[in-house]
């Protein structure tokens, strides 16, 4: 589909129009007239790919969409082209216009816009030209896609309810779970919601617990639909009358045939009044359908059970709404139970035996697989009418993208999760598809990603939200449709990375041609000549390659380690002049080229973790660069050029110290000359250098800051710093480091700080807590480095309503800290660290009730376990490390403390120091301790 491309040409010049009216002199209306033309088209495409899980396209639609997207392409060169030329055009008047007459001027404009609005009638004349087309041949809306020579689909799910017992695997744990769900807990009317990825083997599941004895004799009467994507809710209600009739072995009224959607309801709540009943929801795709057909199910106290399958949890019932809303999130199959049901298709006249020569490559081809049933059976079910023959298999591994395109034996993989994709609204699908952009099991940072989308332009605005939390919201829904997976999440539960299965990769592989992106690598790079807009380049490349002569790429995400030629990293900057995402994280480059400065179009340039130490003073040329990358690079100083980037949102730089201990010069700063106040769209500004009064005066012209970390803060700066600080009212992170640990942070004189504070880090020594911190009605973590109060900070902190980590990291001189009663409501997490003097920990009991991670040390003085530990219900994760020889010893079982008989601390950890500096770990070892503190 050609979706995407039209889509991103209509937003890229709907803004185009209003903005550059006047670059646009003598074309606008030619450019009003193709955005019409292209609305129209994506008119007709947004039908097509609401029928196309269910159809297969013919060749002439694959070729009217194949030339659609070129076309849209080929707008956006055409138009970059211009803006490209008068660009330089007007830079060359800045320095010659003394010398030149406005008569050569004029001529000199008039050529480019003679050029360009040529060209724009010829597009004009192209898409009018591609819409006859598709009349012609019967493509107007309202036709299938079927009528014009495509294939139906059957729908492979369905085979998901004939499955034999005999033929599932793994699925012991969550069956007994959901009988149990089903058949036990409270009489009051309960929804189950099992929610998961597509494939995962949900509607097997619910089919083996619905059929079990258990669960059909404890009912009185029960009912399976399956809801769908196209569903009509009359005849679904219809067919669940019937089949609750059926059950209770009786004819449904013949008036139901005749019966409305309200009629219907009432008929069901009625009949089901008395009655203990269940009724599974297979296959639900719509937010608001369980909203609107809740109301037919009364909730009667029988103890009837209502269960949903859905690939989304937002369309499962949220348990925030009610007690008796239950998500069960389906975890994908364990790898010895994948293998086994892997063993079990492929080597059937074997017994299920796995001949030893091909363990390795089963346990492989299985990993692809991730835990996702449908493809195991599908790839195992082809293997097992192939020869058992090792080069057959490899093949296969590596080409599964093309594989799924052509072979019909795994045709069903791709069509099923799909669905998931299809499902999708426009404005997501962008976003999904770019994930392709990413090597396998390749763990993607958040924020990095959000950036990416942003810059790609495939981020819409919304009024009084910021681009970035747009992208956020995007992803969100991305992983609540099980779509993308989450791997990190940090201590207040934001998620830092994710990926996306391995067999949905291959799915947006196969549609790649849709943003048009290829993955090529080094060693091919010079011979690649298809078109692609989007490049990504990796090392150990298996796919076969060509390449990029006759493209015009506008990415480049750069994956390999290996050292590039100069000449090769030279050639990005000279020859791809429409370039709009340059992303070389850890690339291994050295330098960049001040040709840099000639790419206009450029949002992204990321040089995280690469060497590169200068920026040229050509990066000011850059008057659309959103993101500037330069965090753990080389380079300590940014020309003062970069002060007419006035689109940057994103700055961030600053150089990494692994070799010594942590302390506060562990991260070196970069500093910025001079201009900073110039970037007033900066929105999130690390880590800076305070080299002087008039660089932090600058500060406070940055109002639209979310983040902000600055180190070598003077004690005589700190007042200034408060009052650029008080103008930073949509500040969410606050990062301040003094010269030294011995520098008194002079941070007092603040009346009002940012209301929106979330994340507040002081590193620096503090004569006792600034008087504001109360006022942070929003933080969610604090960290205070080196500050050595003498007061305990605890009776300030443990007031503030949302606070989720504490981290004390040298943070306190005293002897004693007490947790209260009633304190820290909120706190997840809490982390004491190197408190020298501290030999008394009290924790009463109500404090710190939601604890779920606890870590103490070193802490030299302190000799014995914190007092009223064991009130912390729902401590998890415990960790004491460097801790004093006597701490450890009143620890040994079976003479230890009585608070270590609580059963819910999943893991602990011991470490202490010798005095010959060595790390020991605790005597009994951990995994007996966890058996001691289970028993």
Known sequence: MAESAVNLAIEYLVPLLVQEARLLKGIHDEVASITGELEFIRSFLNDADARAEKEDKSNVVKTWVKQLREEAYHIEDVIDEYILHFAKQTHRQRRSICFLPNVFHFTMKLKPRHVIA?????????????????????????????????????????????????????????????????????????????????????????????????????????????????????????????????????????????????????????????????????????????????????????????????????????????????????????????????????????????????????????????????????????????????????????????????????????????????????????????????????????????????????????????????????????????LVQVEDVDSIGKTRTCRVHDMMREVILSKSEELSFRTISIQNFSSFDKIARRLSIQANINTPLEGITSSQPRSIIMFEEDKLPKSLVTGFFVNFKLMKTMDFEGAAIDYLPREVGNLIHLRYLSLRETKVQKIPKSIGKLHNLETLDLKCSHVSILPVEISGLRKLRYLAAYIENHEVELNIESRRAVMIPSGIGHLESLQKLFTVEAHNASFIAELEKLRQLRKLEIAKLKREDGMALCTALEKMSHLRSLDISSTSEEEILELQSMSFPPPLLQTLCLNGRLVKLPEWIPKLKNVVRIELFWSSLLDDPLKVLQALPCLMSLQLHDGYSGEQLHFEEGGFQKLKVLELKNLGGLNSLIIDEGAMPLLEEFVIGPASQLKEVPFGIKHLKSLKSLEFYDMPREFVLSLQPPEGPEFWKVKHILSVDFWYRTQAENYEGYDIGESELLEYLRN
């Open 118 to 482: 040529s060209e724009i009638r010829d597009i004009n004349k192209k898409l009018k030209e591609t819409r006859d087309k598709f009349e012609r041949y019967g493509l107007e809306k309202g036709r299938s896609i079927n009528d014009v020579g495509g294939v139906s689909w059957h729908d492979p799910r369905l085979k998901s309810l004939l499955i034999e017992e005999a033929e599932v695997v793994g699925i012991e744990s969550p069956r007994a779970k959901l009988i149990e769900l089903l058949v036990e807990g409270p009489t009051k009317s309960m929804v189950i919601s099992v929610v998961g990825i597509g494939g995962l083997g949900k509607t097997t599941l619910v089919k083996k617990v619905y059929d079990s004895e258990k669960v059909t004799t404890h009912f009185d009467c029960q009912a399976w639909i399956t809801v769908t994507q196209s569903y009509k809710m009359e005849d679904l209600l219809r067919e669940m009358i019937q089949k609750f009739y059926e059950t209770m072995m009786e004819c449904a009224p013949k008036e139901i045939d005749t019966m409305k959607e309200t009629s219907l309801m009432e008929e069901l709540k009625q009949y089901l009044r008395e009655k203990r009943y269940i009724v599974i929801l297979d296959d639900l795709w719509d937010t608001e359908f369980w909203g609107h057909v809740k109301c037919a199910f009364p909730e009667n106290n029988k103890g009837s059970r209502i269960v949903i399958t859905t690939r989304s949890e937002d369309v499962a019932p949220s348990e925030k709404e009610s007690p008796f809303y239950y998500v069960y999130k389906l975890p994908p199959l364990p790898l010895e139970n994948s293998l086994e049901l892997f063993y079990k298709k492929v080597f059937q006249h074997e017994g299920g035996h796995c001949p030893l020569g091909f363990v390795e490559m089963s346990r492989s081809i299985v990993e692809r697989c991730g835990g996702l049933p449908l493809a195991i059976v599908a790839i195992g079910g082809l293997l097992s009418t192939k020869e058992k023959v090792q080069s057959e298999w490899h093949k296969l591994r590596d080409s599964l993208s093309s594989e799924f395109e052509i072979n019909s034996c795994l045709r069903s993989i791709p069509r099923i999760l799909s669905l998931s994709y299809h499902d999708l609204p426009h404005n997501l699908k962008a976003c999904f598809l770019y994930f392709g952009m990413f090597p396998e099991d390749y763990s993607i940072n958040c924020a990095r990603l959000i950036r990416l989308w942003i810059a790609e332009g495939f981020i819409k605005e919304k009024q009084g939200i910021t681009l970035e939390e747009v992208a956020q919201d995007y992803l969100d829904k991305l992983i609540h449709r099980n």
